[in-house]
């Protein structure tokens, strides 16, 4: 008999630029990775979650194309999961090590669902805007910080292969004013429920940076 298992992710597709579901026969799965979500049950039902969870926030969430750009960056990722341990892409840590990186996913796509968003972008997000997200964990006050993506100089291919991603994860800790974090240095957030500013350039890395300025509230 032929079992059907679904593929939520995109995975079993050639092109990573399409992100909607798909179901895919096992007998026909290719990749490594495929073939591990078709052979371990807790992967693949951890991966349908994502997939569900995905699908349903990227229709409903405020700023359209936000959460499209951050699953490419994902899948970017989620294809070489197996190769984190070292142990061997067959082994049952390579297997665990997946689970763990979708699951992160999951509680990252969690927290996109529940935050107030603010961004420079003007209609539709992409990747060279920036998102600054919100949110409550476990009683604390979040921000991430999200996009103003630019290609490696010397490699200028197209996102999410070779460049350079703001891509903060911090607790906001009040002070005057405002609130700072210990990932973005001396800049201030001042947080209202129509923008977000920031009062001085912050510098993610070699080649990316956020300018001071107002965000609007997208939600």
């Given at each position: 008999?032929?079992?059907?298992?679904?593929?939520?992710?995109?995975?079993?597709?050639?092109?990573i630029?399409?992100?909607?579901?798909a179901s895919?026969?096992?007998a026909?799965?290719?990749?490594?990775?495929?073939?591990?979500?078709?052979?371990?049950?807790?992967?693949?039902?951890?991966?349908?979650?994502?997939g569900?969870?995905?699908?349903?926030?990227?229709?409903?969430?405020?700023l359209?194309?936000?959460?499209?750009?951050?699953?490419?960056?994902f899948?970017?990722g989620?294809?070489?999961?197996?190769?984190?341990?070292g142990?061997?892409?067959?082994?049952?840590?390579?297997?665990k090590?997946?689970?763990?990186?979708?699951?992160?996913?999951?509680?990252?796509?969690?927290?996109?669902?529940?935050?107030?968003?603010?961004?420079?972008?003007?209609?539709?997000?992409?990747?060279?805007?920036?998102?600054?997200?919100?949110?409550?964990?476990?009683?604390?006050?979040?921000?991430r910080?999200?996009?103003?993506?630019?290609?490696?100089a010397?490699?200028?291919?197209?996102?999410?292969?070779?460049?350079?991603?703001?891509?903060?994860?911090?607790?906001?800790?009040?002070?005057?004013?405002?609130?700072?974090t210990?990932?973005?240095?001396?800049?201030?957030?001042?947080?209202?429920?129509?923008?977000?500013?920031?009062?001085?350039?912050?510098?993610?890395?070699?080649?990316?940076?956020?300018?001071?300025?107002?965000?609007?509230?997208?939600?």
């Amino acid at each position: 008999m032929k079992i059907l298992k679904t593929c939520f992710i995109g995975l079993c597709l050639t092109n990573i630029n399409v992100l909607s579901a798909a179901s895919f026969d096992c007998a026909k799965a290719k990749s490594e990775l495929e073939k591990a979500i078709c052979n371990n049950p807790e992967l693949n039902a951890t991966d349908k979650k994502m997939g569900e969870i995905y699908k349903k926030l990227n229709k409903s969430f405020p700023l359209s194309g936000f959460v499209q750009e951050t699953q490419r960056e994902f899948l970017s990722g989620y294809r070489s999961c197996l190769s984190i341990s070292g142990n061997g892409k067959s082994s049952p840590q390579a297997v665990k090590d997946c689970v763990n990186y979708v699951q992160e996913r999951i509680n990252e796509l969690d927290s996109y669902s529940q935050a107030k968003v603010y961004s420079d972008a003007e209609g539709k997000y992409n990747v060279e805007n920036v998102a600054f997200l919100t949110y409550s964990l476990n009683g604390k006050s979040m921000l991430r910080v999200w996009g103003s993506w630019m290609p490696d100089a010397y490699k200028p291919e197209p996102f999410p292969k070779s460049g350079f991603l703001c891509n903060v994860n911090a607790e906001l800790n009040p002070v005057k004013n405002g609130f700072q974090t210990e990932e973005t240095g001396d800049s201030v957030f001042k947080i209202s429920e129509s923008a977000l500013n920031v009062s001085e350039w912050i510098m993610c890395n070699a080649r990316t940076g956020i300018a001071a300025g107002d965000f609007k509230r997208f939600k």
